[in-house]
Nanobody, 124 residues
Framework: QVQLVESGGGLVQAGGSLRLSCAAS????????MGWFRQAPGKEHEFVAA????????YYADSVKGRFSISRDNAKKTVYLQMNSLKPEDTAVYYC?????????????????RGQGTQVTVSS
C-alpha cells in the first residue's frame, strides 16, 4: 500500500510559478511510475505529466508542454511538478498517482494509488 500526500498548491497570478510535491510512504517508491493529474470543477480528470520509475522518461499533456516539468527523487520518495507560466485555465485540484509499469501513463485508470490533491488557483 502506497500513501501519497501532495503539497505546494496555492493562489498565484497568471504568469507565475508553483512547485508541487508529492511525498510517498509505504511500498517501494522506485518500483512505481508516477503521474500528475488535475480536475477542474465540472470537468473530467485530465492527464498532466508522468515519469518513469528511474526518471529517465517523462511525458506531458500538450496543454502543459514547455511550461511544466516533472521530476522525482527516489531517495526522498518524492515526485515534483514545476509549473511555470501559469494560466487561469490551469486552475484545478492537482493530484499525484502511482502505477505499476503496465498500463497507459496518461490514463487515470492505470494508476493504483492517488493522493487527496492540492488546489492550484491562477488568477488573471
Amino acid at each position: 500500500q502506497v500513501q501519497l500526500v501532495e503539497s505546494g498548491g496555492g493562489l498565484v497570478q497568471a504568469g507565475g510559478s508553483l512547485r508541487l510535491s508529492c511525498a510517498a510512504s509505504g511500498g517501494t517508491f522506485s518500483s512505481y511510475a508516477m503521474g500528475w493529474f488535475r480536475q477542474a470543477p465540472g470537468k473530467e480528470h485530465e492527464f498532466v505529466a508522468a515519469i518513469s520509475r528511474s526518471g529517465g522518461n517523462t511525458y506531458y499533456a500538450d496543454s502543459v508542454k514547455g511550461r511544466f516539468s516533472i521530476s522525482r527523487d527516489n531517495a526522498k520518495k518524492t515526485v515534483y511538478l514545476q509549473m511555470n507560466s501559469l494560466k487561469p485555465e490551469d486552475t484545478a485540484v492537482y493530484y499525484c498517482a502511482a502505477r505499476p509499469v503496465r498500463g497507459a501513463y496518461d490514463q487515470d485508470a492505470s494508476y493504483d494509488y492517488r493522493g487527496q490533491g492540492t488546489q492550484v488557483t491562477v488568477s488573471s
